[in-house]
């Protein structure tokens, strides 16, 4: 079946001499596995991470890996890679989207959520700085597992397992001190992307929400660009 669609580019995986087999999420067909092969009119700049492009495909019935047969981009994030610090979120973002999206089922809210991350990453020249914290977090909501603001005199622990704040303290990772846990609350509170924290509280909230998706999100493990973030995140 051949279907027209929009895609970001998660993994382009070199497959002979000019062939590739990508990992793209969609808008209309969810996560994909397809070959492609360049020409002329397919360039390896068109399926970099996180390229946002439109897409020819043909869907295979009963198939693991698809076909891509047309590439354009529609977006072209240009100023992501004249910015260290925009480079190093793009990364650790990318790194995140392979890691925790698993599932071919379509959702379009989660992909106009991702596409909007990147395109404002690219666009803003301000308030950007926080981009990775907010999207750990609203991303959560995609997948059922968000953190429930519940803090309280009588609540004042995290719990990560589940998710809220309980009257009773877990070790690191499992749940987080006192300290950690009204910082959590407190960033749940505000706009991420508008506000200022420290650069401590930023590496802080950062190491708390991985551990939380260790926990909920089957097969997440070390991030690769995650040291890198944080040197350029806390200059």
């Given at each position: 079946?051949?279907?027209?669609?929009?895609?970001?580019?998660?993994?382009?995986i070199k497959h002979g001499d000019k062939k590739f087999i990508l990992k793209i999420y969609t808008h209309n067909n969810g996560l994909i596995t397809a070959s492609i092969a360049l020409n002329k009119n397919i360039r390896a700049s068109n399926i970099f991470p996180l390229s946002?492009?439109?897409?020819?495909l043909v869907l295979k019935q009963n198939k693991d890996v698809h076909q891509?047969?047309?590439?354009?981009?529609?977006?072209?994030?240009?100023?992501?890679?004249?910015?260290l610090t925009k480079l190093s979120i793009a990364q650790f973002l990318n790194e995140i989207l392979i890691k925790a999206?698993?599932?071919?089922?379509?959702?379009?809210?989660?992909?106009?959520?991702?596409?909007?991350?990147?395109?404002y990453l690219n666009d803003t020249e301000t308030e950007f700085i926080n981009l990775h914290l907010y999207f750990l977090v609203e991303f959560t909501k995609y997948f059922g597992v968000e953190p429930q603001n519940n803090y309280s005199l009588q609540t004042p622990y995290f719990d990560c397992r589940n998710g809220q704040f309980s009257e009773m303290s877990l070790a690191f990772p499992l749940g987080l001190d006192r300290?950690?846990?009204?910082?959590?609350?407190?960033?749940?509170?505000?706009?991420?992307?508008?506000?200022k924290i420290s650069n401590e509280q930023r590496q802080s909230l950062l190491d708390v929400l991985l551990a939380y998706y260790r926990l909920h999100f089957p097969g997440f493990n070390t991030i690769k660009?995650?040291?890198?973030?944080?040197?350029?995140?806390?200059v």
């Open positions: 079946m051949r279907v027209s669609d929009k895609a970001i580019v998660l993994q382009a946002l492009i439109n897409v020819e891509v047969t047309e590439v354009s981009s529609y977006y072209i994030l240009s100023n992501i890679s004249n910015s999206i698993k599932e071919s089922a379509t959702n379009r809210h989660l992909f106009e959520f991702i596409e909007s991350c990147l395109i300290k950690s846990s009204l910082l959590f609350s407190e960033f749940l509170k505000i706009n991420a992307l508008k506000s660009s995650l040291e890198v973030l944080k040197e350029v995140s806390s």
